[in-house]
Nanobody, 130 residues
Framework: QVQLVESGGGLVQPGGSLRLSCTTSALSLDAYAIGWFRQAPGKEREGLSCVSSSDASADANTYYADSVKGRFTISRDTAKNTVYLQMNRLKPEDTAGYYC???????????????????WGQGTQVTVSS
């Protein structure tokens, strides 16, 4: 069973930055759209960002939720088979478990950010607190 692996979470002060990584050694992530979503206790799941599958003839498209637009950046490193979520100017309300998933096309109307998900990660905790 293929599982994505997230890393990079931790404790950071408000205004700080973290970079989350999503990777796997089992398959190429280029063939899939990759999304990031978060879940905090007592709160609804929230889709954050998505990057479309890689195509040698075109640049991948990126999408963001309004709550993170301008603060978070999603990117791919094909050589490392990794998708990153760079998070800047973090706020206490960003505290949550962060998850990546791989699957069909980006769909920011879904709280999973994808039209369908084939692979899931186990999540990484981000805590923003002074």
């Amino acid at each position: 069973q293929v599982q994505l692996v997230e890393s990079g979470g931790g404790l950071v002060q408000p205004g700080g930055s973290l970079r989350l990584s999503c990777t796997t050694s089992a398959l190429s992530l280029d063939a899939y759209a990759i999304g990031w979503f978060r879940q905090a206790p007592g709160k609804e799941r929230e889709g954050l960002s998505c990057v479309s599958s890689s195509d040698a003839s075109a640049d991948a498209n990126t999408y963001y939720a309004d709550s993170v637009k301008g603060r978070f950046t999603i990117s791919r490193d094909t050589a490392k088979n990794t998708v990153y979520l760079q998070m800047n100017r973090l706020k206490p309300e960003d505290t949550a478990g962060y998850y990546c998933n791989a699957g069909g096309q980006c769909n920011m109307d879904s709280d999973y950010t994808l039209t369908w998900t084939r692979y899931w990660g186990q999540g990484t905790q981000v805590t923003v607190s002074s």
